[in-house]
């Protein structure tokens, strides 16, 4: 009997780090076999403006940061919204844009599921001969499908007011993979520490008993 009973003591921690473990294990079993389609990151610009503008790595993993750029020439770009408003009957505005825009910007980029390490609004730091270059560090909290979206913080001169507008310069899809393997570095202590919980409860009651 005094045999049987240490086994089972040590058999405990072990059983009960399996049933923590299990419903996680076969929740990523099963979105790896039937889960969504990974894909490419989609740009999809809402301004006129390439979409090599922006870039990004093919493939993005959850809790792995990597880099978004943007590289823009903020005055070509404020001439040629300000040459289509021209074109555009009354009453009909480009995201609501009134007035003559200015080439000076700012840039922001955000997305639920994400931590970015500068949000709000990024003034123009950076000047190449091609543009403006602004740069994010984003670290992906959640896998599957998201999204991102990059706006602009212009200014615009109208009836001789200036104002500031916040426009969509781009939409981001991408596919975030699953990393189970930082996911347990990060969220595998509460699981021990559960388990150890509930092994420490298990001895007071069985004493109280005894």
Known sequence: MRKFA????????????????????????????????QFPPIIMMKLPVESTAVTLPAEVAQFTPFDITLQL?????????????????????????????????????AGNGFHIDNPGPQ??????????????????????RQTLALRLHITAIDQGQESQQIVDLAEIQTFVQKNPTE???????????????????????????S
Do not use: C
């Open 123 to 144: 003034a123009q730091l950076i000047s190449t001969q091609g543009g403006t270059l602004w740069s994010w560090k984003i670290i992906p909290l959640s896998p599957s």
């Open 183 to 209: 996911w347990i570095k990060r969220y595998g202590i509460w699981f021990l520490a559960a388990g150890l919980l509930i092994v420490v409860s298990w001895r007071i009651i069985r004493r109280s008993k």
């Open 73 to 109: 020439d903020s005055d070509a770009l404020a001439k040629r919204i300000n040459d289509i408003i021209a074109k555009f009957p009354q009453g009909v505005a480009m995201q609501g844009i009134s007035g003559k825009v200015l080439s000076h910007m700012q840039a922001e980029i």
């Open 6 to 37: 240490i086994s089972f003591n040590l058999l405990l921690p072990v059983l009960l780090a399996a049933l923590l473990f299990i419903p996680y294990t076969l929740n990523f079993l099963a979105h790896a076999m039937v889960g969504e389609k």
